[in-house]
């Protein structure tokens, strides 16, 4: 069987399970372009609509349930509709949901969240993880008087200007390394931007302190996720996040991490984890209980730029800004993420990697998985990739099909290969997905 007869197996039998889906998405092209309000929801044939969730489990348009391992990529992390979330929730709105006031709901998110990651003294909410990198930026332009930053090949911080560079670049295989130049992600950002970004590879300080060597009277930051997300689950390598520390401090220039994935990994984050401690932090997704949210904090002398009492402060606005809602729910979902949740859902998530492992081990397949915490991406790479460029593969075709394969077997996992487990998850659920897993494993094995 050859791959196009697999996928146009695997896409019947996803049109046949999801008729209704299909008319949602056609009326959705008549107001919305392609379908749907967000790039990512995206995948062919056309994406699944969900009419409601519950806990681990997503049912869709015709009534199809699926174990939810995407979890709205990573913020749903104690499920959906969970009855300690609504009930804050429901407390907020009957109170009001947003004025331009100070309230005690944020005091106490804010207070939360300095009390457990490392590098946040002081903080500001925002509504997104686009919005938190963002200001993060700025804080660090403002505070050392420099415009540029060095980010990561296949880093994604949002979709901001100045972050939307080799997100997803041309793969080079089989050439000598070349330098690293900034690929707009998009049609639409300014070439010109491009002057204040430079790349390099994840894992590699050479390649940071070379462009540190001469460029640092340039550089106001170095921002890099712990642990790298979209381009696939890709932890750092020992040593890697105290060296990015040392190499800021020697060069004089700020280091942010962007935790809006990677905060779920430690009561403290990924800093806390690595026990490294950066001078800014960017946060989103699950401080918001799944409601819209985002964060920016770090040292008291960075963050008191925002100061608006003091002369020539940074302007920072935002409408729903800490509204009450968000707020409320985030309250709940830190209360609930607690050290014994966290070790609970590492355990599970080591547990389902094992599993998976085996499968590939007895499918003799070129498929490799990484994990960080609770976080897990598949990859069709023989071995564990550790920076974007060993991401490539002639076979990453398949991962469209793994992902229509395991939709069919009512697993909802993300298009590029990430899963991600919530804490309201059993072993149930975990069996059912390796299973499903193995299944699919064994198509592939058809297909290499």
Same mark, same amino acid.
């Given at each position: 069987?050859?791959?196009?007869?697999?996928? !146009?197996?695997?896409?019947?039998?996803?049109?046949?399970?999801?008729?209704?889906?299909?008319?949602?998405?056609? $009326?959705?092209?008549?107001?919305?372009?392609?379908?749907?309000?967000?790039?990512?929801?995206?995948? $062919?044939?056309?994406?699944?609509?969900?009419?409601?969730?519950?806990?681990?489990?997503?049912?869709?348009?015709?009534?199809?349930?699926?174990?939810?391992?995407?979890?709205?990529?990573?913020? &749903?992390?104690?499920?959906? %509709?969970?009855?300690? =979330?609504?009930?804050n929730?429901?407390?907020?709105?009957?109170?009001?949901?947003?004025?331009?006031? #100070?309230?005690?709901?944020?005091?106490?998110?804010?207070?939360?969240?300095?009390?457990?990651?490392?590098? =946040?003294? &002081?903080? +500001?909410?925002?509504?997104?993880?686009?919005?938190?990198t963002?200001?993060?930026?700025?804080?660090?332009?403002?505070?050392?008087? +420099?415009?540029?930053?060095?980010?990561?090949?296949?880093?994604?911080?949002?979709?901001?200007?100045?972050?939307?560079?080799?997100?997803?670049?041309?793969?080079?295989?089989?050439?000598?390394?070349?330098?690293l130049?900034? #690929?707009? !992600?998009?049609?639409?950002?300014?070439?010109?931007?491009?002057?204040?970004?430079?790349?390099?590879?994840?894992?590699?300080?050479?390649?940071?302190?070379?462009?540190?060597?001469?460029? %640092?009277?340039?550089?106001?930051?170095?921002?890099?996720?712990?642990?790298?997300?979209?381009?696939?689950?890709?932890?750092?390598?020992?040593?890697?996040?105290?060296?990015?520390?040392?190499?800021?401090?020697?060069?004089?220039?700020?280091?942010?991490?962007?935790e809006?994935?990677?905060?779920?990994?430690?009561?403290?984050?990924?800093?806390?984890?690595?026990?490294?401690?950066?001078?800014?932090?960017?946060?989103? $997704?699950?401080?918001?209980?799944?409601?819209?949210?985002?964060a920016?904090?770090?040292?008291?002398? =960075?963050m008191?730029?925002?100061?608006?009492?003091?002369?020539?402060?940074v302007?920072?606005?935002?409408?729903?800004?800490?509204?009450?809602?968000?707020?409320?729910?985030?309250?709940a979902?830190?209360?609930?993420?607690?050290?014994?949740?966290?070790?609970?859902?590492?355990?599970?998530? !080591?547990?389902?990697?094992?599993?998976?492992?085996?499968?590939?081990?007895?499918? *003799?397949?070129?498929?490799?998985?990484?994990? *960080?915490?609770?976080?897990?991406?598949?990859?069709?790479?023989?071995?564990?990739?550790?920076?974007?460029a060993?991401?490539?593969?002639?076979?990453?075709?398949?991962?469209?099909?793994?992902?229509?394969?395991?939709?069919?077997?009512?697993?909802?996992?993300?298009?590029?290969?990430?899963?991600?487990?919530?804490?309201v998850?059993?072993?149930?659920?975990? *069996? $059912?997905? !390796?299973?499903?897993?193995?299944?699919? &494993?064994?198509?592939?094995?058809?297909? #290499?």
């Amino acid at each position: 069987m050859d791959f196009e007869t697999a996928f !146009a197996q695997a896409k019947r039998d996803y049109l046949l399970r999801t008729s209704s889906s299909q008319k949602v998405f056609e $009326k959705a092209g008549q107001v919305m372009p392609g379908g749907d309000t967000r790039t990512t929801a995206f995948y $062919k044939p056309y994406p699944l609509s969900i009419s409601r969730a519950e806990g681990p489990t997503l049912y869709d348009a015709d009534g199809n349930a699926y174990t939810d391992f995407l979890n709205n990529y990573t913020s &749903m992390i104690h499920g959906h %509709a969970h009855p300690a =979330i609504a009930k804050n929730v429901q407390a907020a709105l009957a109170l009001g949901t947003a004025y331009a006031a #100070v309230i005690p709901e944020q005091l106490q998110l804010a207070g939360m969240i300095c009390e457990r990651v490392p590098g =946040i003294e &002081m903080l +500001r909410f925002c509504n997104s993880g686009t919005e938190a990198t963002m200001f993060a930026v700025r804080a660090a332009r403002a505070f050392t008087g +420099r415009s540029a930053i060095i980010k990561m090949e296949g880093g994604y911080h949002g979709t901001h200007e100045t972050v939307e560079f080799s997100i997803a670049p041309p793969h080079r295989p089989g050439l000598p390394p070349a330098p690293l130049v900034p #690929v707009p !992600a998009s049609p639409g950002i300014s070439v010109n931007v491009s002057r204040d970004v430079y790349i390099a590879p994840f894992n590699n300080l050479d390649a940071i302190e070379s462009i540190l060597r001469t460029k %640092a009277n340039e550089i106001a930051a170095i921002l890099v996720e712990p642990v790298m997300g979209v381009a696939g689950v890709i932890p750092p390598q020992p040593g890697y996040l105290a060296g990015l520390r040392q190499l800021a401090d020697r060069y004089g220039v700020l280091l942010i991490f962007d935790e809006v994935q990677t905060l779920r990994l430690g009561r403290g984050g990924a800093q806390g984890l690595y026990q490294v401690t950066p001078d800014l932090t960017a946060l989103a $997704k699950i401080i918001g209980g799944g409601f819209p949210v985002g964060a920016f904090g770090g040292r008291a002398e =960075i963050m008191a730029l925002f100061d608006p009492s003091q002369p020539r402060a940074v302007s920072h606005g935002g409408t729903f800004n800490g509204n009450r809602v968000t707020m409320a729910a985030g309250i709940a979902a830190l209360e609930m993420l607690d050290e014994a949740a966290i070790a609970q859902l590492d355990a599970m998530a !080591a547990e389902l990697e094992a599993r998976m492992i085996r499968s590939i081990r007895q499918a *003799a397949v070129p498929v490799s998985i990484t994990r *960080a915490g609770s976080l897990l991406n598949v990859h069709f790479t023989e071995r564990p990739p550790t920076d974007y460029a060993s991401t490539y593969s002639p076979r990453q075709q398949l991962a469209g099909l793994v992902h229509l394969e395991l939709l069919n077997r009512g697993i909802f996992t993300a298009p590029r290969g990430m899963w991600n487990l919530s804490t309201v998850m059993s072993q149930d659920h975990l *069996a $059912k997905a !390796a299973d499903a897993f193995a299944d699919v &494993m064994q198509i592939v094995a058809r297909l #290499v």
